[in-house]
Nanobody, 121 residues
């Protein structure tokens, strides 16, 4: 079952901006922590940013001051606003949710399918 669906990736020039979105299935009524990870070719997946349902956020050092994570708890949707993009931000970006509460069952965690972000001139 697909629980998280990302959108918003694409190709952008260095210095440009993109906004990623990740929406939970309509069967999900709440999610504890939502986060964005990324994986570049030949590299391990890394945590980019996370945001708890209570509003606590954290970022990897390389994106601080450029990326902003936000969420709409009523819609169970998380966003990642990415400004001043650099070629090294090129990766597949994955949405992650921790402790999902559903109408029919709960889930320990879930991953989205990933969306490609390419920063190139």
């Amino acid at each position: 079952q697909v629980l998280l669906v990302e959108s918003g990736g694409g190709v952008v020039q260095p210095g440009g901006s993109l906004r990623l979105s990740c929406a939970a299935s309509g069967t999900i009524i709440g999610i504890n922590t939502m986060a964005w990870y990324r994986q570049a070719p030949g590299k391990q997946r890394e945590l980019v940013a996370s945001l708890t349902s209570g509003g606590s956020s954290r970022y990897v050092d390389s994106v601080k001051g450029r990326f902003t994570i936000s969420r709409d708890n009523a819609k169970n949707t998380v966003y990642l606003r990415m400004n001043s993009l650099k070629p090294e931000d090129t990766a597949v970006y994955y949405c992650y949710g921790d402790k999902l509460r559903g109408y029919y069952r709960d889930y320990d965690d879930a991953w989205g399918q990933g969306t490609q972000v390419s920063v190139s001139s």
